[in-house]
């Protein structure tokens, strides 16, 4: 599943192939992925103009000229592929992102004006693309729950830190994964954001003092940008808006790195299970009992 980093290099992408296009025409093949009545595709998305596309934590938002909204999410293995003049492909790295569209695992298909399309793609059928009021999206129950943007030029340090008491009792990494206390943040950047800040995932969030929670929101925010910056971490799922897999793992210091060399302090780094993912640490750095 696309962690934050993925989600916004993909809104990049696609802001600078679809606003300002018309849509003409959509298909789809199951109401799963696209759950919507005929009437209101037919008086709110045929003939509209796409005017934004924004993302909120790990979902993206295509907003239309009829004041409705494309809510998109892609789950595990969604696809948002475009072809027109160019072909840019955005999400699971298989043949559909280069190959003949529409296909197989073809959900819903876009028409545009000028004849060009953006196809959702979806191998496993968990993800979808509702079509909704705009003014609506801030009522669905995930976007109710979901934690602030850890981004933002406005959420300081001390915000950063009042999220967790929420989670007091709790491991540290099981409350960095929890989106209703920060936006966005999965099993990647929890463990290098933790690492970054030397703090052991298993410890309790009442035993991390001011300066460690200080830390771990510098570190988070970096890891994220680079993410942003080198296109996503990627793994084995994503790839960018310009059909390149992000490169971020290639820089990431204790992600996947089990067996090798703590960039910090040369030990070993070691995989293990906390809040039920594979985690990765050095042991030496990131002292379980302080």
């Keep these: 599943m696309p962690e934050l980093p993925e989600v916004e290099t993909i809104r990049r992408g696609l802001s600078k192939l679809i606003i300002g296009r018309k849509i003409t025409a959509v298909e789809h093949d199951t109401p799963k992925g696209f759950p919507n009545s005929t009437a209101d595709v ?14 909120r934590a790990k979902v993206l938002l295509i907003d239309l000229s009829t004041d409705y909204t494309l809510v998109i999410h892609l789950k595990m293995t969604g696809q948002l592929v475009f072809r027109g003049e160019t072909a840019f492909g955005a999400g699971h790295p298989n043949e559909s992102l280069i190959g003949d569209l529409p296909d197989k695992s073809t959900r819903v298909t876009f028409t ?6 953006l196809y959702f793609n979806d191998q496993r059928k968990f993800g979808w693309v509702k079509l909704m009021p705009k003014l609506e999206v801030q009522n669905l129950d995930f976007m109710k729950k979901v934690g602030p943007e850890p981004l933002e030029a406005d959420f300081t340090p001390e915000e950063f830190a009042a999220r967790f008491t929420r989670r007091a009792k709790t491991s540290i990494k099981a ?6 206390v920060i936006a966005g943040v999965g099993n990647i950047y929890a463990d290098e954001s933790l690492w970054g800040a030397k703090i052991h995932p298993k410890r309790l969030v009442n035993t991390i003092t001011h300066d460690e929670f200080q830390k771990l929101y510098t570190e988070l925010r970096m890891v994220m940008n680079m993410a942003i910056e080198k296109g996503g971490s990627t793994d084995k799922n994503y790839v960018n808006s310009e059909g390149k897999r992000g490169s971020y793992l290639d820089f990431a210091r204790v992600f996947r790195r089990e067996g090798k060399e703590c960039p910090r302090c040369g030990e070993t780094i070691v995989k293990f299970k906390a809040a039920g993912r594979g985690t990765h640490i050095c042991p030496h750095c990131q002292v379980e009992n302080v």
Excluded: E, P, Y
């Design 42 to 55: 037919r008086s709110f998305l045929i003939g509209a103009t796409i005017t934004d596309v924004r993302r």
């Design 175 to 180: 409350a960095l994964l929890d989106q209703s």
């Design 112 to 117: 545009f004006g000028d004849t060009s399309h």
